[in-house]
């Protein structure tokens, strides 16, 4: 009887006991639980979600971006095209951001434009979404590569027509002559607001066909000179300049010139005409006359400011 009685209490002790221990357990693993989930919401709570809705470039001109997102939260936010065009998308904080932005004129690296999305919070937390890219539309990509093929093409005419020499006629003692000149300008002198440099520094080379040969083969000419560009209203230009030249023969002297700009070709180069008169100081006779036709451009030349 007694022994019935024992066994009765320890399993009603064990039976509490057991209770207790787990009762303590949950409590333990909810406390546990709800502190994890505060602290997962309050990591979330302090990063603005972007949620892409619409990001297209409009085929017709002008090319607009069209771009539209929703934020987890109310912020001002800012895209930034191809990391360098910033435009600001909500000045005042909201939830439903849109933007349409003139593209017309921008210049961008690759035909998949990268663009991201600042947000600043309510706190002033500031953060960035993923990176998204948004394609050109096909109208562009041809427009694009209309203009670079017209780029080529244009630098190409300008190197042939930059590397002909001036057809020159020489006029020495009773003796006509016919010369190839090329000048090319080194440096030139810019100032504002002027279509062509004040000035510029040249160095040049000319073969004179059939020269004499006696006393001296004064054939080929190098000059060092200088011209002075005054801008005119009805032609181009009047450039007054001087060189020095050699013949590598010991026919050292200076020739002054005045070159005339009549018009511009494709607004690269000058039509010009230019007279010119060498002569030795010091010397009697050998001196001669040179009249040619050439172009002139600054396009291959180093640039100086004032």
């Not at 505060?38 to 972007?50: L, M």
């Not at 349409?100 to 953060?127: C, N, Q, R």
């Not at 607004?267 to 009697?284: A, E, I, S, V």
Request: charged share 20%; net charge negative; glycine share 6%.
């Amino acid at each position: 009887m007694l022994t019935n009685y024992y066994r009765g209490n320890m399993k009603s002790t064990l039976f509490v006991l057991f209770i207790v221990l787990f009762t303590f357990w949950q409590n333990a693993f909810c406390q546990e639980d709800s502190t994890y989930n505060a602290s997962s919401d309050e990591n979330n709570g302090g990063k603005i979600e972007v949620f892409l809705i619409d990001s297209y470039i409009t085929p017709e001109t002008p090319h607009k971006f069209i771009l539209t997102y929703y934020t987890s939260d109310s912020c001002k936010s800012k895209v930034v095209l191809d990391r360098k065009y910033e435009y600001v998308v909500s000045d005042k904080y909201a939830e439903e951001h849109k933007i349409e932005i003139d593209i017309t004129g921008l210049k961008f690296d690759t035909t998949d434009v990268p663009f991201m999305v600042y947000v600043t919070s309510k706190d002033g937390v500031v953060d960035s979404s993923e990176q998204y890219e948004v394609a050109m539309p096909e109208a562009i990509k041809q427009e694009a590569a209309a203009s670079n093929s017209n780029i080529f093409l244009m630098c190409c005419i300008g190197g042939t027509v930059f590397l002909l020499p001036s057809p020159t006629f020489v006029a020495w003692d009773d003796n006509r002559y016919f010369s190839l000149t090329k000048e090319i300008p080194i440096l030139s002198i810019q100032k504002m607001s002027y279509k062509y440099p004040i000035g510029y520094f040249s160095v040049e080379y000319s073969h004179i066909f059939d020269a004499p040969l006696a006393p001296a083969p004064h054939k080929n000419f190098l000059r060092f000179g200088y011209k002075h560009i005054f801008e005119l209203p009805y032609i181009e230009y009047v450039s007054p300049g001087v060189n020095w030249f050699t013949d590598f023969y010991g026919f050292n002297g200076v020739s002054p010139e005045i070159s005339l700009g009549f018009f511009k070709i494709y607004d690269l180069f000058t039509l010009y005409t230019k007279y010119r008169y060498n002569y030795k100081p010091g010397q009697y006779g050998g001196d001669f006359h040179e009249i040619s036709i050439g172009v002139y451009s600054g396009f291959f030349t180093f640039h100086f400011t004032l």
